[in-house]
């Protein structure tokens, strides 16, 4: 099936450093989410973006949405050991019908975020 | 507010079984959508249900169904297990009014087909 193109697949890095994942997709879409998933749970929303261009920020995370809708970035400032998990971007493309919106979600193949102390 | 709910959470059966997975989705949220996690695919679309009815589908074979009731909460059936079909089912609900397409995860039933 479709799926957003997530870089990188994996990073490992120092408690206190910065982090940085993208999404690029060959479609546009007019919501984009990030997730992040931990062993044995359901992706947990992290972010959501609605408009083009809009840069959001929920704590240490801050996320984009690109201003061609194909791409979006989010990024982790000052990493602590419970940032580990795999963080998930999700695109989707909003559908109006029957008085109601809906539509499904795409998802890139995630980034595994290891955090050493 | 409770989450999603999701029942069981696991799950082993064998090849040619049939298998119902449960969703209970946050009280007020109207929309319920399926998903399948692999290590190979990663997570893919199965199908949305609004007011009861499928408003959108993803490519898996026709032996994935699914249906939602009147309180919202949704069921979601595969017949004819397959070793593939092995993986960690997701159940995600949204409001579904004004535009806002959030989706909240359940914790997956984890399916194993022998």
């Known amino acids: 099936g479709q799926q957003l193109n997530q870089s990188p697949q994996s990073m490992f890095i120092q408690e206190g450093e910065d982090v940085s994942m993208n999404c690029t997709s060959s479609?546009?879409?007019?919501?984009w989410l990030w997730y992040k998933q931990e062993p044995g749970e359901g992706p947990v929303l992290l972010i959501a973006?609605?408009?083009?261009?809009e840069l959001t920020s929920n704590g240490r995370l801050t996320a984009q949405f690109g201003i061609t809708r194909k791409d979006s970035f989010l990024n982790i400032s000052a990493s602590i050991p419970s940032d580990v998990g795999i963080y998930f971007c999700?695109?989707?493309?909003?559908?109006?019908?029957?008085?109601?919106?809906?539509?499904?979600?795409?998802f890139g193949q995630g980034t595994i975020l290891t955090v050493h102390p | 507010k409770a989450g999603v709910t999701q029942t069981p959470r696991y799950l082993i059966k064998t090849r040619g079984q049939q298998v119902t997975l449960s969703c209970s989705p946050i009280?007020?949220?109207?929309?319920v959508s399926w998903y399948q996690q692999t290590p190979g695919q990663g997570l893919q679309f199965l199908f949305e249900?609004?007011?009861?009815?499928?408003?959108n589908k993803g490519n898996f074979p026709g032996r994935f169904s699914g249906r939602q009731f009147s309180n919202s909460r949704s069921e979601m059936n595969v017949s004819t297990l397959e070793l593939g079909d092995s993986a960690l089912y997701l159940c995600?609900?949204?409001?579904?009014?004004?535009?806002?397409?959030?989706?909240?995860f359940g914790p997956g039933t984890r399916l194993t087909v022998l």
């Open positions: 995600a609900s949204r409001p579904a009014q004004g535009g806002f397409l959030e989706q909240f």
């Open positions: 479609s546009i879409f007019n919501t």
């Open positions: 973006l609605y408009k083009a261009g």
């Open positions: 999700a695109g989707q493309l909003q559908l109006i019908g029957g008085g109601t919106s809906y539509g499904k979600l795409t």
């Open positions: 009280s007020g949220h109207r929309s």
């Open positions: 249900y609004f007011s009861e009815t499928q408003r």
